[in-house]
């Protein structure tokens, strides 16, 4: 059962505007997610997270949302440039226990020039 | 870059035999992670490792096997290699809750 779910599989837009990307978690024990970012061939790499004491996190053009009473969570990228296209992986963890880091299926993103 | 190398990074074998992929750090991490990614499915957490001999099952463990013997060296075993385990693997290391985990550049296996 997939406790970390990206419902869009793709999403296209054009070059300067806005990507939203969504993810929603079913694990009430998660309090830490990241934003990982794949290029074709390569491996994951780290894009920002955030802990559920805080409901926004911005670095530069990426900022991460969480909304915890809904178990939601959304990734903004603005302005969209070409070198973001890619697979975005959404994941989830606790910080107490066993510390597995869950991991969607990804939504590969395409920037139109 | 973390200091993190997979070998092999592509790897083609038969049916039935055993295949070994090694994940190898030179950060001193805790915690080190195998994943799967098939398409459709993102990363799926194969075993895990919380130190020196101290590993536990993931989501989709059946059919492998893990050692920790140090603390820079993960191995992943397919004892008998099936054709549904051609996929991409990937290590991971992290140091624990709240914090990201880096990931190698990962391993193609074939399964023929």
């Known amino acids: 059962d997939q406790q970390v779910k990206q419902n869009s599989p793709s999403l296209s837009v054009q070059e300067g505007r806005i990507s939203i990307l969504n993810c929603d978690y079913t694990?009430?024990?998660?309090?830490?997610f990241l934003w990982y970012k794949k290029y074709p061939a390569e491996g994951p790499t780290f894009l920002i997270s955030?802990?559920?004491?805080?409901d926004k996190n911005e670095d530069g053009r990426f900022t991460v949302f969480l909304n915890k009473s809904a178990k939601h969570l959304s990734l903004h990228i603005v302005p969209s440039q070409p070198g973001d296209s890619a697979v975005y992986f959404c994941?989830?963890?606790?910080?107490?226990?066993?510390?597995?880091?869950?991991f969607g299926a990804g939504t590969t993103v395409t920037v139109r020039a | 870059d973390a200091g993190i190398t997979q070998s092999p990074r592509h790897k083609v074998t038969e049916t039935g035999t055993p295949v070994t992929l090694r994940c190898h750090q030179t950060?001193?991490?805790?915690?080190m992670y195998w994943y799967r990614q098939d398409p459709g499915h993102g990363l799926r957490l194969i075993h895990y490792?919380?130190?020196?001999?101290?590993?536990d099952k993931g989501e989709v463990s059946d059919g492998y096997s893990v050692s920790r013997s140090k603390t820079e060296d993960f191995l992943l075993t397919l004892e008998s290699a099936t054709s549904s385990q051609t996929s991409v693997y990937f290590c991971?290391?992290?140091?624990?809750?709240?914090?990201?985990?880096?990931f190698g550049q990962g391993t193609r296996l074939t399964v023929v």
């Open positions: 694990n009430s024990m998660f309090d830490y």
């Open positions: 955030i802990s559920s004491i805080k």
């Open positions: 490792s919380y130190g020196v001999k101290d590993t």
């Open positions: 994941a989830a963890s606790a910080t107490t226990g066993d510390y597995k880091l869950s």
């Open positions: 991971a290391i992290s140091d624990g809750g709240g914090t990201e985990a880096f």
């Open positions: 950060e001193n991490h805790r915690y």
